[in-house]
C-alpha cells in the first residue's frame, strides 16, 4: 500500500548548473548533495558501475515528506545519457507544477532572467482550475515546469 510522497526526481545532464537554476532562479532550497556509487546503487538502476551526483530540494511553504525533500535532481556521470525529446505530448514525459501566488509577476522576473516559456501566461476557462492562470517554461535540460496561480476564493 502507498502511504505518501516521498519525492520526485529529474535526471540532469549538469548538476551545477540545475542547481543554480532550481536554487537560485526558481528558489528552491538545497537541502543536501551526495554521490552515489554504492554497489546497490547499479543494482538499483540497472547500470553496472553506475556514478550518480544527486541534489535534493525542498520549498519552505512545503509540508514535508518523509524524505525531507520534494524534488531530487540527478546527473549520471556513469554511464553518462544522451539527452530525450522531452515533449509534454511523448509517452513517459513528467513535468512538475508549482503554485505561485502572482503568475504575471513571476512570469516577468523568471523571463527576465532568460527562461523560456512554451506562451504567455494563459487563463484557465474551464475545469476544476478555472478562474487561474498557467504557464509552462522549460529548465536547462528542457525538462517541462508549470506554474499555476489557483483562481480566488
Known sequence: ????????????????????FYRDILGLKLVHRMTHDQPYTSTQVG??????????????????????????????VNPRGEPTDTSTNRPGAAHMAFQVSDL???YQRLKGLGVRFKSEPVYITAGRNEGGYTVYFL???NITLEMVQPREA
Open 47 to 76: 547500470f553496472e558501475n553506475a556514478y550518480l551526483k544527486v541534489a535534493l530540494f525542498t520549498l519552505d511553504s512545503f509540508p514535508g515528506t518523509p524524505s525531507g525533500h520534494l524534488l531530487e535532481l540527478i546527473e549520471y
Open 1 to 20: 500500500m502507498i502511504v505518501n510522497l516521498f519525492h520526485f526526481s529529474f535526471t540532469v545532464s549538469n548538476i551545477e548548473r540545475s542547481i543554480e
Open 139 to 141: 529548465d536547462p535540460d
Open 104 to 106: 504575471r509577476a513571476e
